[in-house]
């Protein structure tokens, strides 16, 4: 019988272990679900809407195959239709019926309303008047040959050749671009995939159980053998026994005792030793098995976790999405730390004007000039980029729209502050403010960079100073001191800029002095600059603010035979052109200065977060 129950033990296990490996083999579906998109006519571009993503829910992988390099990027659907909007491409949306369907997008066609000279204009149906083919412009060329590749515009981008495999996982509001070069038509094998949960909650339990069954089987079917043994052979009756005689325990070798005979094994030692055989493989096949379940192949026996909720700032209702992301910002800081380095290396202007601009622009060129003619004059400061401590993007989706970055310089113990923007769709971003934060700046509560904060406008009425008047009013600070009517406006304690400011021109007003006292004079002035203010809110309803001042320090002969003399200003000399004046020497400092701006209903006073003081120019006094 126990042969019986060893039997029937092996079969229910055999079925519960193969039922249990057929779940996870042969009856499991496929773990990814796949679309393929189909491209009727070449473009350049092919744009994938976000609806295409998130037809099924998780993460998307984009498969792309074409000859040669194929190049992808994705952002904000928004942004690439903005940057698409000059140029033909093939667009993948989702129809009503919750098909994938590919149209070509053509560029909209200028209307005009009056005859372009060079030939008749041409009255369409709706009555809208076009112009005439002309030849293509160099502009429309430039168009046509725009490289996507290494654009401010999108979040990340990936390029390889012949075959890209890009694991994504964007929202509904992102969007993917596919291309080659620009010039070249876009893949036309493009597919998304996704993967599938297939669960099999039985695989586990059934290949346990199966095992378990199986070690029952195996010890039954040895205690069926240990039953037929002790009952194999015939059984005498009646037969006498012999005597025992007892055993001299004396005449064994004491060298002998303790040790066992190597003679035939007893019984008990024989069955012992096949037991220990005859499971160990049994446990092992178990432990096996069940080490090959995934996790998916058990049941869900737990409830589901609580989320532990987190503090959240909510972004107002009618405001639209940051500039940039973090990791965005970063890569656009080093690509214009890239390009400013080479720059400074070259002393070329034009190659700086690609990444900056305003004050920061006029700063750099102004220092190409002065160490092309002097040997040892200074390099302007590399722009730091690491680690990106602070960044808090504009919330605009339009255009130009700019991001404010801090970050910490670890080899100086300097943090810097700076302005970005960006022009347009197809431009990259550029420095436009940069100063050093000071020693003891206490930064203003700030959105995160996942939310943004709205521009500032230079105008506005709701900080206790606007914007565009904050330049002027400091500027007027420096020029006067106390006596002048905004000192009660600004934070003095702590304002180094001020009291430097201060101190040097008492300097050199001193040392002029010394020389040129009785036939000349040197005056300073300081006034608003050439650059426009910017401004972006911060959460206290206020603002950071960043403002260019011009300081003009200005010597003339107050004497008719007098002359400036520029024997020791090589600076000055050299952007003048000339060794003196009779008529005089005006000189011109650029301030980048930050300020934190409070709301009306603040009592606070406007706080100098950081500065940078470079010399702007030089020249004769007409």
Same mark, same amino acid.
């Given at each position: 019988m126990?042969?019986v129950w060893a039997?029937a033990?092996?079969?229910?296990a055999?079925l519960?272990i193969g039922?249990?490996i057929?779940q996870?083999?042969?009856f499991q579906?496929p ?5 393929s998109?189909?491209?009727?006519e070449?473009?350049?571009?092919l744009l ?7 037809q099924?829910p998780g993460s998307q992988?984009l ?10 990027a994705y952002?904000r659907?928004a942004?690439l ?9 093939n667009?993948a949306?989702?129809n009503?019926?919750g ?6 997008v ?5 209307e005009?309303s ?6 008749? !204009? @041409?009255?369409g &149906?709706d009555?809208? +008047?076009?112009?005439?083919? =002309? *030849?293509?412009?160099?502009e429309?060329? $430039?168009?046509?040959?725009?490289s996507?590749?290494g ?10 050749a012949?075959l ?7 929202p509904?509001?992102m969007s993917?671009?596919?291309a080659?070069d620009?010039?070249?038509?876009a893949?036309?094998s493009v ?6 949960a297939?669960p099999t ?11 378990i069954?199986?070690?029952?089987g ?6 069926g053998i ?5 009952s194999?052979?015939?059984?005498r009756?009646?037969?006498p026994l012999?005597?025992t ?5 004396? !005449? @064994?070798?004491s &060298?002998?005792?303790? +040790?066992i005979s190597?003679? =035939? *094994?007893?019984?008990?030692s024989v069955? $012992?030793?096949?037991?220990?055989f005859a499971v160990?493989p049994?446990v ?5 098995l069940f ?7 058990w049941p869900e026996?737990?409830?589901?976790p ?22 965005q910002a ?6 214009i730390?890239?390009?400013v380095a080479?720059a400074d290396e ?6 700086a004007a ?8 006029a ?8 160490r092309?003619a002097?040997?040892?004059y200074?390099a302007p !400061? ?9 960044v ?8 130009p729209?700019s991001?404010?970055t801090?970050?910490d ?10 302005v970005?923007?960006?022009?347009d769709?197809w431009?990259?971003?550029?420095l436009?403010y940069?100063?050093?934060l000071e ?14 904060a709205p ?5 506005s ?5 606007a914007?565009e008047e ?5 500027a ?6 106390e006596?002048s009517?905004y ?5 003095a ?9 201060a101190?040097?021109?008492q300097?050199r007003?001193?040392a002029f002095n ?9 005056t300073?002035?300081?006034a608003v ?5 910017f401004?972006?809110a911060?959460?206290?309803?206020g603002?950071?603010v ?16 007098a002359v400036?003399?520029?024997k ?5 000399k050299t952007?003048?052109?000339a060794d ?8 011109t400092f650029?301030d ?6 409070p709301?009306q209903?603040?009592?606070e ?6 500065y940078?003081s ?9």
């Amino acid at each position: 019988m126990r042969f019986v129950w060893a039997v029937a033990a092996f079969v229910l296990a055999a079925l519960m272990i193969g039922a249990g490996i057929a779940q996870r083999t042969v009856f499991q579906g496929p773990d990814t679900e796949t679309a393929s998109i189909s491209v009727e006519e070449d473009a350049p571009y092919l744009l994938i809407d976000g609806a295409v993503l998130n037809q099924l829910p998780g993460s998307q992988t984009l498969r792309a195959h074409g000859e040669g390099d194929i190049f992808a990027a994705y952002g904000r659907t928004a942004d690439l239709e903005a940057w698409l909007s000059d140029t033909t491409y093939n667009a993948a949306s989702v129809n009503a019926d919750g098909e994938i369907t590919t149209i070509l997008v053509e560029p909209a066609a200028p209307e005009v309303s009056a005859p372009v000279e060079g030939g008749e !204009a @041409i009255e369409g &149906a709706d009555g809208a +008047v076009a112009a005439p083919a =002309t *030849p293509e412009t160099e502009e429309d060329v $430039a168009v046509a040959l725009r490289s996507p590749i290494g654009s401010d515009l999108w979040l990340d981008e990936f390029q390889q050749a012949d075959l890209l495999i890009a694991p994504l996982q964007l929202p509904a509001e992102m969007s993917v671009l596919v291309a080659a070069d620009g010039t070249l038509p876009a893949p036309a094998s493009v597919s998304v995939s996704w993967p599938l949960a297939n669960p099999t909650p039985w695989a586990g339990p059934l290949i346990v159980l199966g095992g378990i069954l199986m070690a029952v089987g195996v010890y039954l079917y040895i205690l069926g053998i240990r039953h037929a043994r002790r009952s194999r052979g015939p059984r005498r009756k009646g037969l006498p026994l012999p005597v025992t005689e007892p055993i001299d325990l004396g !005449a @064994i070798d004491s &060298a002998d005792k303790g +040790v066992i005979s190597s003679g =035939t *094994p007893t019984r008990r030692s024989v069955s $012992a030793g096949r037991r220990a055989f005859a499971v160990i493989p049994a446990v092992a096949v178990s432990a096996l098995l069940f080490t090959g379940c995934a996790p998916d192949a058990w049941p869900e026996l737990g409830g589901t976790p609580t989320p532990t909720p987190t503090a959240t700032i909510i972004a107002q209702e009618d405001q639209q999405a940051p500039a940039v992301t973090k990791t965005q910002a970063e890569r656009i800081l080093a690509r214009i730390a890239t390009t400013v380095a080479e720059a400074d290396e070259a002393r070329d202007p034009d190659l700086a004007a690609t990444r900056l601009s305003g004050a920061a622009l006029a700063a750099r060129e102004t220092n190409y000039t002065l160490r092309g003619a002097i040997a040892d004059y200074a390099a302007p !400061a590399a722009i730091p980029t690491k680690p990106l401590e602070l960044v808090l993007p504009q919330a605009y989706d339009g255009w130009p729209r700019s991001v404010v970055t801090v970050v910490d310089d670890e080899d100086s113990n300097t943090s810097s502050i700076m302005v970005l923007t960006q022009d347009d769709a197809w431009s990259d971003y550029k420095l436009s403010y940069v100063a050093s934060l000071e020693a003891s700046t206490l930064m203003p509560d700030l959105a995160p960079e996942y939310i943004g904060a709205p521009q500032v406008q230079p105008d506005s009425p709701f900080l206790v100073m606007a914007p565009e008047e904050v330049a002027a009013a400091y500027a007027d600070i420096i020029n006067n001191g106390e006596d002048s009517e905004y000192y009660g406006m600004f934070e003095a304690e702590g304002d180094q800029f001020r009291e430097s400011v201060a101190a040097d021109r008492q300097r050199r007003l001193d040392a002029f002095n010394e020389t040129g006292d009785k036939t000349a004079d040197l005056t300073f002035s300081a006034a608003v600059g050439e650059n426009a203010p910017f401004a972006i809110a911060t959460v206290e309803s206020g603002a950071i603010v960043a403002v260019n001042v011009n300081e003009t320090d200005t010597a003339k002969p107050t004497n008719a035979d007098a002359v400036i003399i520029l024997k020791d200003s090589p600076t000055v000399k050299t952007l003048t052109g000339a060794d003196q004046s009779a008529t005089g020497i005006e000189t011109t400092f650029s301030d980048q200065l930050f300020f934190y701006v409070p709301g009306q209903s603040s009592n606070e006073k406007i706080r100098l977060l950081g500065y940078s003081s470079d010399i702007l120019d030089a020249q004769v006094i007409k």
